[in-house]
């Protein structure tokens, strides 16, 4: 497991060896440990706007150790699999724009208001807790039911912004977003949180919807 301190301390050194400035945007764990919804990860999970970017920082991430490890270990036959480098039993997990299957979209990058910097070189940019959420119901992991049920339990919860942001992956193409996480709140209702009724209701309506339109389509 990574702790706060090391995760910060892996940071810093990976900064000092970049050789031009870019910014991130943690997600996932490492984005709870920053706002301090957890206090250790198994991978420090990263998204990178641009290939030369994550080129960079990774050239920099093996400067320190790190090997190359192939995500079909991890992430089997899942598309858009992280690049991932590892050190024993640590192990870095950088996304490009795509997070399995969830667009990191303009509107999340948005969301991300807090930052980090270290050094020169390094801008972090931590998720929204929203998006964190949304992100989180793409995998049926009990340690992801868990996360969310942790966020929710912490903070006031809009539920019209994830509800929004599942409306904008359909656009941009993921168009299982909100049945997705229909399910997955539904689980996280299921474990004692409590979801309200009219957030399951406009899902519902969403995937009805979609389905209608389907139709439509094939009787064209």
């Known amino acids: 497991m990574i702790s706060i301190e090391r995760q910060q301390k892996l940071l810093l050194n990976v900064s000092r060896r970049l ?5 991130v945007y943690a997600i996932g764990g490492t984005a709870m440990m920053f706002l301090g ?11 990178f ?3 030369e970017d994550r080129t960079v920082f990774k050239e920099a991430v093996k400067d320190i150790g790190y090997h190359e490890l192939d995500s079909i270990e991890i992430y089997g036959a899942k598309r858009n699999q992280p690049l991932m480098l590892r050190l024993d039993d640590e192990r870095f ?7 399995i299957d969830f667009i990191f979209s ?3 990058m948005k969301r991300a208001e807090k930052t980090h910097q270290f050094n ?10 929203h998006d964190i959420i949304l992100m989180k119901c793409a995998t049926d992991r009990m340690k992801d039911i868990d996360d969310a049920r942790n966020i929710i339990k912490e903070i006031d ?19 299982s977003a909100a049945f997705e996480l229909g399910e997955f709140l539904e689980n996280l209702k299921k474990t004692g949180v409590k979801i309200p009724q009219k957030v399951l209701d406009e899902l519902f309506k969403i995937v009805k919807k979609q389905a209608e339109e389907k139709v439509g389509k094939k009787a064209i």
Request: hydrophobic share 45%; net charge negative; charged share 35%.
């Open 49 to 51: 706007e641009k290939e």
């Open 37 to 47: 919804f957890k206090e250790a990860t198994l991978d420090i999970d990263l998204v």
């Open 120 to 129: 020169n070189n390094l801008i972090l940019k931590v998720a929204d807790p």
């Open 157 to 175: 919860i809009d539920f019209k912004v994830i509800i929004e942001e599942a409306r904008n992956q359909i656009e941009l193409g993921r168009q």
């Open 93 to 99: 997990d950088l996304f490009l724009v795509n997070v």
């Open 19 to 23: 050789k031009k400035s870019i910014t």
């Open 106 to 108: 303009k509107q999340m």
